[in-house]
């Protein structure tokens, strides 16, 4: 169905020609405003050596575009009761994967590699849920999948946590693990006036280039994770204290590790970079 128009009259039709009604219980929230989409296709920048894969569709407004300027796009979708309106959308776009299941119980790496040809470029894409934003983003970005960038929509808060940089109130587990995976950037804020039906809190399109990662990279990633997550388990804390708590260890035992990574044991775990955390990581070792 080529040219379907999601401004906010047509879509308020579509639904009611499919029957469908937005469920809270899914976060979903149908993006209606064509500045805001024209803005993440922008930012995608897919080509015909790009495949573009998208989770949670809803009623296929990016799927469209994607469709129409990527080589192939794999769309994953949960609610299974969007299957006759994404396929009244989609008809006749040959280039569309779409699979209903939960990304979260899925082998994604298993859906898009048989797409995938030597000189392609990976891309995801979406507008994420905001009750499962984080554990879809790092589903993906946590793969072996040879991901090039990200261009998400999610909550402005989550946007701000994802972009803060060491020092800052949002500066957490959030922080180090998307920008352990790329340069992140906010490209900008949208208002809750861009969606069907909005929701009550603004939301922001967020840019991982996943080809500029930081260039210390850790030996023993899960070793890595653990550590963030132990350091932030208690931000009050001195690092010292926290590492004890969140690894099990005696505090004795953190603080010789700590201090041979060349950091203050008293130090809080907002003040460390990426680095600082990799340097932690491989006094732990593996």
Do not use: W
């Amino acid at each position: 169905m080529a040219g379907v128009d999601f401004g906010p009259r047509a879509t308020k039709e579509l639904l009611r020609q499919y029957g469908v009604i937005a469920k809270k219980q899914l976060g979903q929230n149908f993006l209606i405003d064509a500045r805001v989409l024209d803005g993440i296709v922008a930012a995608v920048n897919a080509d015909d050596h790009t495949v573009a894969l998208e989770v949670g569709p809803g009623l296929g407004a990016l799927t469209t575009q994607l469709a129409e300027r990527a080589r192939q796009v794999v769309a994953i979708e949960k609610d299974e009761t969007l299957r006759p309106l994404l396929g009244g959308v989609l008809a006749g776009q040959g280039n569309v994967e779409l699979v209903f299941a939960d990304c979260l119980k899925v082998d994604i790496e298993t859906l898009v590699s048989p797409f995938l040809q030597e000189d392609d470029d990976l891309v995801f894409a979406a507008n994420l849920p905001y009750y499962v934003t984080t554990p879809i983003l790092f589903a993906v970005l946590e793969s072996k999948l040879p991901l090039r960038r990200a261009v998400v929509m999610v909550q402005r808060e989550v946007a701000d946590r994802m972009v803060a940089a060491p020092g800052g109130k949002d500066y957490g587990v959030l922080s180090v693990g998307v920008q352990y995976r790329g340069a992140v950037q906010r490209l900008f804020v949208v208002p809750p006036s861009a969606f069907l039906p909005q929701p009550g809190v603004e939301s922001a399109v967020v840019l991982i280039d996943c080809e500029h990662r930081p260039p210390l990279r850790a030996p023993d990633e899960e070793t890595f994770f653990r550590v963030v997550r132990a350091a932030f388990s208690t931000r009050r804390k001195t690092l010292e204290n926290a590492l004890a708590g969140g690894l099990g260890i005696a505090k004795l035992e953190a603080a010789d590790l700590i201090r041979r990574a060349g950091l203050n044991p008293s130090a809080r775990a907002e003040a460390l970079s990426i680095e600082d955390f990799v340097r932690l990581a491989e006094q732990m070792g593996p």
